[in-house]
């Protein structure tokens, strides 16, 4: 079954660093979503990309954070000047159209320290 | 301000028996409801999902109902099994309203089914 990928499994990073999540979404999919679940908390919505730019962006996406679709295949999530609050887990999300079900990835856990 | 909710952090069911899982929202702009299982160390994983314009889904052993005019969903499970033992996230959209919109999820309920 197609499934969505997400490397590395768990990023520790020094504070102020800048740091790269990546993504391979289901290969037919058009939409693609990052989230984050800071520990004990909801998982909440960050952005939405579609046709190579942003559809939505949530006040958490401020200008720390970028996504890029360098080639066919991946989707990155890119946190410049890292804090110790963006320690979370990151999920990756992506769907087949517009407002269906999204499918997720098995997550990058970062740990800022 | 927490849109959807679920009030219940856990809950315990016997195996066999059933499970109902609930969800409260807010945003009356929400048209679109979906639950998601999540097991450790893995990502939410789509379960079921119902339109604001149906009052019932089903897809074998789950069953999810909404009710717009109380803003209110569940999500029954029957027979619960072990293998359902896990966290359930309720989450929602507002679809209608373009683009390509994120889910506000509730914080979760840990279902643990008891042998």
């Known amino acids: 079954e197609p499934e969505v990928t997400q490397t590395p499994s768990h990023q520790v990073t020094q504070m102020g660093q800048e740091v790269i999540l990546r993504c391979v979404p289901i290969?037919?999919?058009?939409?693609f979503y990052w989230y984050r679940q800071i520990l004990g908390q909801k998982v909440e919505f960050l952005v939405s990309?579609?046709?190579?730019?942003?559809?939505?962006k949530s006040e958490i996406f401020d200008d720390q954070f970028s996504v890029e679709r360098p080639d066919g295949s991946n989707f990155t999530l890119k946190i410049r000047s890292t804090k110790l609050e963006d320690s979370a887990m990151y999920f990756c999300?992506?769907?087949?159209?517009?407002?269906?079900?999204?499918?997720f990835g098995q997550g990058t856990r970062l740990t800022v320290v | 301000d927490q849109q959807v909710k679920q009030n219940s952090p856990s809950l315990s069911v016997q195996e066999g028996r059933i499970s109902i899982l609930n969800c409260d929202y807010t945003?009356?702009?929400?048209?679109?409801f979906l639950w998601y299982k999540k097991y450790p160390a893995e990502g939410p994983t789509f379960l079921i999902s119902?339109?604001?314009?149906?009052d019932k889904n089903e897809d074998g052993r789950f069953t999810v109902f909404l009710n717009k005019s109380a803003k209110h969903l569940s999500l029954h499970i029957v027979p619960s099994q072990p293998g359902d033992s896990a966290v359930y996230f309720c989450?929602?959209?507002?679809f209608g309203g373009g683009g390509a919109d994120g889910l506000t999820f509730g914080k979760g309920t840990h279902l643990i089914i008891q042998p």
């Open positions: 999300a992506s769907s087949e159209v517009e407002d269906t079900e999204a499918f």
């Open positions: 290969s037919n999919h058009l939409y």
């Open positions: 990309f579609y046709n190579n730019e942003i559809s939505e």
């Open positions: 945003n009356s702009m929400f048209d679109y």
């Open positions: 119902i339109s604001s314009i149906k």
């Open positions: 989450a929602a959209s507002d």
